[in-house]
C-alpha cells in the first residue's frame, strides 16, 4: 500500500487563498489543549472550529499562523460531540451531553464577551452529533444513551431566543444513534445505530474492547423524512439497512446517491446506495470495505472522487499508537483496488471534515491532542 503525500497545506475556505494566507507545512500536526472530538472550518480562512470532550471541554476558535494553532477564545463546558455551523455560517452549533449550545461564531472568533447565544436541554442523554438542513430551518440531535434523535425547529430558535418551544419531539431508533448527514436536497436524514435490536436483526457482533460474551446485533443505516420530522416525528423512519458491527458515522457523495459508513466492529466501510434505500429495496448495500482497526471518522472529497477513513484502533492497549486515514476512490469500491493509500495521523483520529471548498482534510487526534490539517488541492500527481 502507497503512502499518500501531500505538497501543499492551507487552513481555507477560499479557493483564492494562497499559501501566504496561512502559511506552514505542507502536512502539519499541530498540538492543542486537551483531546478533542471534531473540528470544523470557520468562514475565514485560516480559522477553524475545535470540539473537546471531558471534564475540560469546551468549544474553541483557532486562527493557524504557520506551523501553529493560536487560540483566539473558548467557551468551556463539560464534554463536547461532533458540531456544525449553520449555513449561513452565523451559529456555531455545539452537543453538550444533554443538549445543544447555540455560539455566535464570529463573536468566538473575535473573542468577544457573550458569544455563548443559549443553551437547549433536549431532555435527551449523551448528545453526540448535531446536523443542519441546508435551509437552517431544522437541527436534529443524536442522543446516543436516549436512543432517540431529537429535531428542533431551529429558524423557530433563532427567532424567538432558542426557547424549549422550538423543540418538535424525538425520533425513536435503534441503541446508540451517533452518526447523522442530511441529503443535498434536504428531504433525508441518514443516521447511524449500533444496535437495532429487532428480531431479524443479524447476531453477528463481538464485544469490541474483547471481553468474552454473548454476541450483540448489528447495527443499521436509518433513512427518515424531513419532512415528517418537522410534524410528526414519531413516524418519520422511512427504512433502514443492517450495517455491520457497531456503525458509528455516515457520509453521503456529493449528490447524495452514496452513503459511506463506518462499522467500527467490523473494521470495514460499508457502501449504500440511498435511491434503493429510500425505496425500501433489499438490495441497498453496494459494498463492504476492508480498512483499519475500528474506523470511525469519514469523509468524502468535495468532487467526490475519494473518501477517507480514520482508523481509531480506540480500543488497543497502547493509547499513544498513531494510526491512519485511508484512502479509497469511490469509482473501485467494488474492486480490490480501492485503497488508493493512507495518510499517517495521530492517535485515534475521530473525526475527519473536509472544508467545504475541497482544498483541506480535518482530522481530530483525540489520543494525541493534536488536530492533523492536510492539504487536499495540491495533491502530488503521481498518487493514482
Known amino acids: 500500500m502507497k503512502t499518500i503525500v501531500f505538497v501543499a497545506a492551507l487552513l481555507t475556505l477560499s479557493s483564492a487563498a494562497s499559501a501566504a494566507s496561512c502559511g506552514g507545512s505542507a502536512v502539519l500536526e499541530a498540538p492543542v489543549r486537551t483531546a478533542p472530538f471534531g473540528a470544523i472550518a470557520g468562514s475565514d480562512p485560516c480559522t477553524v472550529f475545535v470540539s473537546f470532550i471531558g471534564d475540560n471541554g469546551s468549544v474553541a476558535a483557532y486562527r493557524r499562523e504557520g506551523d501553529k494553532l493560536v487560540l483566539l477564545s473558548s467557551v468551556p463546558r463539560k464534554g463536547f460531540g461532533a458540531m456544525v455551523l449553520s449555513h449561513d455560517g452565523k451559529l456555531l452549533i455545539a452537543p453538550d451531553h444533554n443538549g445543544v449550545l447555540f455560539i455566535d461564531s464570529q463573536r468566538l472568533i473575535a473573542n468577544a464577551s457573550e458569544a455563548l447565544l443559549a443553551t437547549l436541554d433536549d431532555d435527551g442523554k449523551d448528545a453526540d452529533y448535531v446536523a443542519v438542513t441546508p435551509d437552517d430551518r431544522t437541527l436534529f440531535i443524536s442522543n446516543e444513551s436516549s436512543r432517540n434523535i431529537s429535531v428542533v425547529d431551529l429558524a423557530k430558535a433563532r427567532a424567538t431566543g432558542f426557547g424549549q418551544e422550538s423543540l418538535i419531539g424525538t425520533i425513536r431508533v435503534g441503541d446508540s444513534p451517533v452518526g447523522l448527514a442530511i441529503s443535498p436536497d434536504g428531504g433525508t436524514l441518514f443516521a447511524t445505530v449500533q444496535v437495532l435490536p429487532l428480531k431479524d436483526t443479524p447476531v453477528t457482533c463481538k464485544s469490541e474492547t474483547g471481553k468474552s460474551g454473548n454476541l450483540h446485533p448489528e447495527g443499521a443505516l436509518l433513512a427518515i423524512d424531513v419532512e415528517r420530522a418537522r410534524s410528526d416525528p414519531a413516524h418519520a423512519v422511512v427504512d433502514g439497512a443492517f450495517a455491520g458491527c457497531n456503525p458509528v458515522r455516515v457520509a453521503l457523495s456529493p449528490s447524495g446517491d452514496r452513503a459511506y459508513v463506518t462499522a467500527r466492529g467490523s473494521d470495514a466501510l460499508l457502501v449504500f446506495d440511498t435511491q434503493k434505500l429510500l425505496a425500501h429495496g433489499t438490495h441497498s ?100
Do not use: H, W, Y
Not at 480498512?291 to 469523509?299: I, L
Open 285 to 384: 448495500a453496494l459494498a463492504t470495505i476492508a480498512v483499519g482497526v475500528a474506523p470511525v471518522g469519514v469523509a468524502v472529497s468535495k468532487d467526490g472522487a475519494k473518501i477517507f477513513v480514520g482508523s481509531s484502533n480506540r480500543f488497543a492497549a497502547d493509547k499513544e499508537a498513531r494510526q491512519d486515514v485511508t484512502v479509497l476512490a469511490a469509482a473501485n469500491l467494488t474492486a480490490s483496488n480501492a485503497v488508493l493509500g493512507t495518510i499517517a495521523v495521530g492517535a485515534f483520529p475521530r473525526e475527519i471534515t473536509v472544508t467545504p471548498d475541497g482544498s483541506t482534510l480535518l482530522v481530530a487526534n483525540a489520543f494525541s491532542n493534536s488536530l492533523s490539517i492536510i492539504d487536499l488541492s495540491a495533491e502530488n500527481k503521481s498518487v493514482p
